[in-house]
């Protein structure tokens, strides 16, 4: 079991992606220090030892996530869904500076392949979650919205659907990839199941006294969920029948949950990731000490024991379960 610095990036890091291809990483990056809120989109090639392409926001980088192996869609703390076509024509490795700035996105953006949605939200966008060519959004708004991606224009956004089953705000929202009607969603009140075709009511709904940060949907069926807390409480749902496993593997809040066919991985604000065994959580396979907080965790898609891990000390780091 091993792990190796990949790269020190300039800005504290928030959330990685790999593209469905597995040929490109992408890094949302943020300064949040002081007064000054910005970001950067980083695009590393598959090894994350090569900077392709840098993309500079004027806010913070609150997710980031690929439609396709050629369109990254990314959100921000004020309340933009911008998409990127990294093989657009008019593409170089020369930064390009991305601003709200109306004239500037209609006169330059559009003839680099950029497209930004201003005022999705009324508040922060705290996550998005992409599936076939729809976009489920969560916000500090208390609201999840329901997008569809115009399948003529892969940049553009339709409001289908707008879901109120929190009454504080909503930190993470995650489509269940097999039931592909169902999602789920996490506030600091609690979690709720959803169906998409249903704005008014819930499949499940759990209160909860300790805000939920993360979601996860097992890999092999609908109905096992994985909830992440501020607490560092990690709770295993079967939604069928309200059935809850409750294990604290972290003091400080779990910021991601990354779940695949052998392990479930966890990411912390106590500055340690996690490894379980999917079939016993009990058993702890692998654990890795940061200098600061780790914030986000995937994997390439054919990959079961590597995954790569940011944190807000600015390290992509390469985890090896042999």
Known sequence: MTNKNLQTTEYSICSVDYSLDNQWLALGTSNLTNSIWDGKIILFNDNA???????????????????????????????????????????????????????????DFKNRGISQHLCCHSHIISSIDIFENKLLSSSWDKSIKLWDINSSDETSLQLSNQFIHHYKKVNIVKWNRINRDLFASGSDNGVVVGDC?????????????????????ATNNDYTLYTGHSNGQLIQYDIRNTTEIIKKPHSLAINQI?????????????????????????????????????????SKSDSTNQFITGSIDKKLVLHQIN
């Not at 075709?197 to 949907?217: C, G, M």
């Not at 991985?265 to 940061?290: A, C, G, H, P």
């Open 49 to 107: 030892d090569v900077k392709e392409k840098q993309y500079d926001v004027d806010s913070g980088i609150t997710g980031v996530q690929w439609l396709n192996n050629d369109i990254l869609v990314f959100s921000t703390d004020d309340s933009r869904i911008s998409f990127i076509n990294i093989n657009h024509s008019n593409q170089t490795t020369t930064p390009i500076t991305i601003t709200k700035t109306q004239d500037y996105i209609e006169d």
């Open 197 to 217: 075709r249903d704005k008014h009511s819930s499949v499940f709904n759990k209160e909860t006294q300790i805000p939920v940060y993360s979601l996860a949907w």
């Open 258 to 298: 990354h779940v695949n066919s052998k392990y479930i991985s966890t990411v912390s604000d106590d500055r340690s990731s996690k490894v379980f065994d999917i079939n016993n959580t009990d058993t702890l396979v692998y654990q890795y000490e940061s200098n600061d907080f780790i914030k986000c965790i995937t």
